[in-house]
């Protein structure tokens, strides 16, 4: 477990950290400005080599910025910066807490994820932008309402296993990667595929991208650069 | 009823009501820039303690300004401020008159609330937005038509009951909260919803959220100060 | 018919038509910005008390401007102003001709319009902004392609008849109007209608406006100067 | 063959290129703005009367700029500009080398088409804007993953053929035209067909456009300086 790999976690002031910080609010921005999430949603980093990590504290993420950023650990204990954490903090805690290989958790409000999360339908990759998840398609965390406590955040950390992402129901969907670029790009690409099953699904059966398929691409999910540029350029605009 | 609790009306002018005075343009400019209105809505703001209102005169709410309030009372008559009444000020005397808990009343034209009025089928809540909605859905309001008279405001407020909104059929909606800040928020969550509903419906039977599950939600619809932030920091911005 | 009331046709420079002109611009542009054209439309006013129109050269009608603007008579005549017509001007020259309460002409490439042009669906009013329309649904010119001849101007005011508006196969609409303003503030209602009866008859039978309440609608098509107001202050922002 | 007609290939500092390069840029773009394209699509042009064409460098086509153009030739060897070629200069490649008539392709990730790419349904013409179509709809390049070879790209021409626009499987289209305005402005309005289609075929079977329709059309794929000027004026504007 992560645990045991626990390096010192540097101070919430500590300049080896700006650099974090200045991605962790430019990636609330995209979120915002891409149209996924609205008032409420949020994206976490770990520490490099800990179990805490830096989020946005109870603000909405396209107001983010560096003085409103929090460091916790994860087990939700306050480490510095902005005092008031976001209500849903478990999200990230827990999952961090986990998953040692993941490094960011967005949680977002993508209409796209919240509405597979209320269908009996899996949302599954049909599109090469879902290169990155499972061609069983995604899980659904059942539970309704926020996940506001070290229980709640556990079991959603439970129904996202391994995997890339995770829905949940009638609020959302949890997404994770291996840099906060990556969770961010997965994240807008996630909206992207929903949307396009979403419409296909009117007209009957989609051909989906079968295993095999999504074998071939996986070297391919490597983009986040150019997605980043793309992503940032789009900030001072509104579209 | 609150007509038995009737407070000195102050003067349109008070200093006193200078600050609701300015919530109430900017919640009218917050449904002009969420989209859910277009040249035709109002907002209104009971006068605590009293039957009189605030409102905006016969303009659009995206042109909302401290200039163009207009106040009454619940049976119509002109206290002060811009001298055209909007055409329908029966909607917010009504309600207001018959619902003392409520000191706010949102009319939009949301398409998603018009959508659900013209269907047979209830705009019920799946999305942990809707949690202020009843399990089993929303009223409609039959009667096609503007609401300019006290017989239709009458007719209006009785199908809303004690409830948080009522559909108007070909029309729009009526939402009420006990802040400016709460039916602004309400009336954006309710279009967030009804385009849930919509979407989901086309794939079949959704998940809706249990009379339980709303139950436990029912702490939770605090945020206002988070969502109203947000929503103002957008007014600068077109999207 | 018209022809037999000709007053004298002004100069295109007179400054008793300056009003007209720009007001033609500002039609042009609010179409543009509400999203029911692209670069093809076009609007025409009459010249009061004649059978001669202005209209827009060929130019998008986002780009309108009065140097921009050319006057024609309903047989075609170059009268005046900009030298190339646009290539559709018999729609206006031929509804104008035929239709002497009809002070201005509305084209546009609403894709509303044009879903319902290649539907055997009518689009019917379920909307109250549908009150102008006819209880039983528009009718649709059956031929495609641009009305680039006066025989095409003709057999589409044929299809027009005494209605407000009449779809064009594969292609969009066109709407007349007492005023440049009614026609305008029909063709933006014209598309909220047609998007909403889109929406509805995903769901099953919408409930429709009766020929009997649509009547008592019919006093109430009053409101163009404040929705005009609305489009205007919307033109210089983005959305 | 084209390559039978090679000319000299002149300097990728050539002035006589500055006008080409300058109309690429603005076509990349246009297709960023026109929403058609997100971080991930290109444009090229064939440097005229030879095989080799100016592409966009890996960036994305709403960040081009002169700085950023590639020149390279069909079989893929760097002739000047920008280092990094796209990684799917195949695509550009392939299809000019096999079409001498054709001067430009562009490559979106279209929603419209990539939603026609998983159905068994064709993208057949049905709106005017699909003039340049073929009745019996659009083929699909069915190959899944990123055109990064020379085998992928004569894969995806083959598809494509003597035809004006190819899908891609789970992935968006491509499109050729006798210039950049023309190849920008049938990609805008597949775009429009494949909406329509969408929309249409939600309610039934829509009535498509006959092959003797798109016949009487043909004369009239000449619009675009005008659809050029629209979308130059909007891309100093957000929307």
Redesign the interface.
């Known amino acids: 477990m992560a645990s045991s790999s626990k390096a010192r976690v540097p101070a919430f002031n500590d300049p080896d950290l700006d650099k974090m910080k200045r991605t962790l609010v430019t990636a609330c921005r995209i979120l915002d400005r891409e149209g996924i999430t609205?008032?409420?949603g949020h994206v976490s980093a770990r520490v490099p080599g800990t179990t805490s990590f830096l989020t946005i504290a109870?603000?909405?993420p396209?107001?983010a910025s560096v003085d409103r950023l929090i460091m916790m650990d994860c087990d939700g204990a306050y480490l510095g910066g902005a005092e008031t954490p976001p209500n849903e903090w478990p999200i990230h805690a827990r999952v961090l807490k986990v998953r040692p290989d993941v490094m960011s958790v967005c949680h977002t409000h993508s209409?796209w994820s919240?509405?597979f999360s209320?269908?009996?339908?899996k949302l599954r990759p049909?599109?090469?932008y879902g290169k990155f998840l499972p061609a069983d398609g995604l899980p659904v965390y059942e539970a309704?309402?926020?996940v506001r406590t070290v229980e709640r955040g556990d079991a959603l950390a439970a129904a996202l296993g391994r995997g890339p992402a995770v829905l949940m129901?009638?609020?959302g969907d949890t997404v994770v990667g291996d840099s906060i670029e990556q969770a961010v790009h997965r994240s807008v690409r996630l909206a992207?595929v929903g949307?396009?099953l979403?419409?296909?699904?009117?007209?009957?059966e989609?051909?989906?991208?079968s295993a095999e398929?999504l074998e071939?691409?996986s070297a391919?999910e490597r983009?986040p650069a150019?997605?980043w540029?793309?992503?940032v350029?789009?900030l001072g605009?509104?579209?």
């Open positions: 609205d008032g409420y109870n603000v909405s396209g107001l209409v919240t509405l209320v269908l009996p339908i049909l599109h090469q309704a309402g926020l129901r009638a609020h992207r949307e396009l979403h419409l296909a699904l009117l007209h009957g989609p051909r989906y991208l398929e071939t691409f391919d983009f150019r997605g540029e793309y992503y350029s789009r605009k509104r579209g």
